[in-house]
Each structure stands twice: as C-alpha cells, then as structure tokens.
C-alpha cells in the first residue's frame, strides 16, 4: 500500500472520529437541556395541586405550617425567599475576599511546598459533606462565637442589623452565614486559584520589568484575567449557598420574618431548610407547597446563574 493512501485513510479515520465526537458532545448538550427541563416539569407538576387546586385547602395547609402567620403562597413563600437571599448574600459576603486572598497567596506568594499543601487543604474542605459542616456549627461553633456576637451587639447596637440582645445559643442567620461562608470558601478558592494560575507569564514579566511590584503585577496582569472565572467562581459559591439544606437546618433557629437583625434567632429560614424540616409531617397537598417553594428556589438558582453567565460575557468582552 502507498503512502498516499496511508495518508487518505488516516484522513478517512479522522473524520470519522470527528463526527462521532461531535455527535457526543452534541447529545450531552441536548442531555443537559433535557434533564433541566424535566426537573422544571416535575417541580410544577407536582406544585400543581397547590397552584390550580382548592383554594380554602390550600389556605388551611399553609396556615397549619406557619401557624397562622400566613394563608396563602407568597406570603408562605416570601419570606422563605428572602432569608434565603440573606443568608446567601452574607454568607458571599464574608467568603469572597477571603477566597481570593487565599487563591492569590497560594497563585503567587507562598513557596512552593506551602503552595502544594495549601491547595490540598482547600481541596479537602471542599470535599466535607455539609452534615459535618452543620454539626461542626451547632456543636463547636454556636457556643465558641457568642462572646464575639454579644460584644458586637453591644458595641454596634445602634446599627439596626446589630440591633440586640444578641441570642444564646447563638442560632442565628449571622452564625449560620459564617458557616456557609467556610463551606463555599473552598470551592471560591480553588477555581480562581486555577484562573490565576493561567495568566500568562509573559504579562506577568512585563510588568515587572516595567518596575511594578508584586501587588502591582497582581494588580495590572493577574486580577483583569481571572476576573471573568473568579466571577463565575463566586456564583456557583453562591448556588451551593441558596441550595443548602443539612447546616441550616441543624444550626439556625427558624422564623418566619423579613428582619434583617442578624443577631436575634427566629428572625428567617430558607427554602431548603423548610422544606427539609416540614416535609417529613406534610400530607399530599402540604407536599406540593413544599415542592412550590422548591420551584422558586429553582428558578431563582436559575436566574443567578443567568445573571452570572452574562456578567462573564461582559467581563471577557
């Protein structure tokens, strides 16, 4: 056989694994919109009964869940909501510039073996299932932070979202949201320590040749990189956040309030956590008010995501 049809059937075999790679990539895309859509489906089907069905009913299940404080779905589901964006926001909040520290200490300033430790470390935390993360709070935590939060509503009580006495056992959304900070610290940390990893080295050396200091390559090479990824990194910190169930459950002292007293218990509760805590006692129709609420939380995780998407467009731009 000649070489030139070695070559042509080389050529041949190429193109056929081309277009059976394409055709898997393109199935596992259809895949993805798929399940997405069936989940959308089975969460409105299933909250049907609560949207379409007998209204007095309705008002009855959702008053026995809140003992009367509310009797119909959005004044349920609304404050649910908003300590769920509360939490999550605080929880952002607090991890956010922790992670990037530790992702540009460990990128750019820690010695090489530090480095490598530091990054298994951060691997590790991520991999901790969040019951060891919510009796890690309730047990060690809720107590070990009183002194800090009752000195704080002391000092700063002024400020409304300080406003005390401060509780004890500190079961509260400020408690809660520290955990949760340290639960998506890590997976913050990791993806923008890869982000920060990639600038490329010859922008790096530019600067300092130029006379920049460190900070000052991180500042004008390193951080206009990694913005776009440490943005997308900070939105799926902030996905797991809405979406966590077993460590607010365990830790916060549930409430059915638009309060943003931070410091006092039985102020706010999420959506996961409610539904956790009152689903094993919910008849049918109690169960699709739950699986209500979880189609908010759905579409909320959505539009964050979304939003996400389109700032990291914008930031790559």
């Known amino acids: ?11 041949g075999s190429g193109k056929t694994a081309d277009k059976v790679f394409k055709g898997v990539a393109y199935g596992c895309g259809i895949l993805i919109l798929v399940v997405l859509a069936a989940v959308a489906l089975f969460l409105l089907f299933r909250a049907w009964p609560l949207i379409g069905g007998d209204q ?13 404080k509310a009797t119909n779905f959005w004044q349920y589901v609304g404050p649910l909501l908003f300590g769920t964006v509360l939490v999550s926001a605080l929880a952002l909040l607090i991890s956010f510039f922790v992670s990037v520290g530790i992702a540009l200490f460990i990128s750019h300033y820690a ?39 009752n000195w ?29 900070a340290v639960m998506i610290l890590p997976i913050i940390t990791s993806m923008s320590r890869d982000i920060f990893l990639q600038t490329p080295r010859l922008q790096e050396e530019a600067a300092l040749a130029l006379g920049a200091t460190r900070w000052e390559m991180v500042k004008l090479a ?26 607010v459950l365990m830790i916060l002292s549930p409430g059915l309030n638009y309060s943003f007293k931070l410091l006092q218990a039985s102020q706010n509760q999420t959506i996961a956590a409610n ?9 049918s129709l109690g169960v699709s008010a739950l699986i209500g609420t979880g189609l908010v939380l759905f579409l909320i995780t959505f539009v964050v995501n979304f939003t996400a998407r389109k700032i990291t467009e914008k930031a790559s731009a």
């Not at 056989?1 to 042509?8: E, I, P, V």
């Not at 470390?121 to 002194?147: E, F, K, M, Q, R």
């Open 222 to 247: 390193v951080l206009p990189f990694g913005k776009s990824g440490v943005v997308s990194a900070s939105m799926l910190g902030l996905g797991r956040a809405l979406g966590e169930t077993m460590a």
């Open 56 to 68: 007095k009913a309705n008002s009855a299940t959702i008053s026995s869940f809140t003992g009367g």
């Open 111 to 149: 010695p090489k073996k530090l480095a490598t430790v530091l990054s298994y470390v951060v691997d590790l935390l991520a991999a901790i299932p969040s019951v060891i993360y919510g009796l890690w709070g309730g047990l060690v935590l809720v107590p070990a932070i009183y002194p800090f939060w």
């Open 275 to 283: 539904i956790a805590a009152q689903y094993p006692e919910a008849n």
């Open 152 to 180: 704080l509503s002391k000092t700063f009580g002024w400020i409304p979202i300080f406003a005390g006495p401060a509780a004890n056992p500190s079961r509260t959304v400020a408690t809660v949201s520290v955990v949760l």
């Open 1 to 11: 056989m000649s070489s030139q049809d070695n070559t042509a059937e080389r050529h």
